[in-house]
């Protein structure tokens, strides 16, 4: 009983910049690690960064030195700041939540996942 709501997204420019967040609401639960991932047209979903609960962080390369993830555990938010756009970036970005509890349940091993709706992500050349 976790939902995600991404921010609206939207089109840019090559070269701009565009900023998604992700806030995750519902039952007792805490958060262990949450990341963005997208799929472009015609393309699996891939990750693109994610953030652990100590905020230890992890990048695609093809998004290295250009987006920053970030993370508010008192909203149980996740941030995703993305500079110097370019048209290969254009996709359905969609927020992720692993739980490591919810409500009295602890979980070890594979933990379950949340997903937020996705929201597009239009670069122009």
């Known amino acids: 009983q976790v939902q995600l709501v991404e921010s609206v997204g939207g089109l840019v420019q090559a070269g701009g910049s565009l900023r998604l967040s992700c806030a995750a609401s519902g039952s007792s639960f805490s958060i262990e690690a949450m990341g963005w991932y997208r799929q472009g047209p015609g393309n699996q979903r891939e990750l693109v960064a994610t953030?652990?609960?100590?905020?230890?962080?992890n990048y695609a390369d093809s998004v290295k030195g250009r987006f920053t993830i970030s993370r508010d555990n008192a909203k149980n938010a996740v941030y995703l700041q993305m500079n110097s756009l370019e048209p290969e970036d254009t996709a359905v970005y969609y927020c992720?939540?692993?739980?490591?509890?919810?409500?009295?349940?602890?979980?070890?091993?594979?933990?379950?996942?949340?997903w937020g709706q996705g929201t597009q992500v239009t670069v122009s050349s």
């Open positions: 992720n939540a692993d739980l490591s509890r919810l409500g009295s349940t602890y979980y070890a091993g594979t933990l379950p996942s949340y």
């Open positions: 953030i652990g609960s100590s905020g230890s962080t």
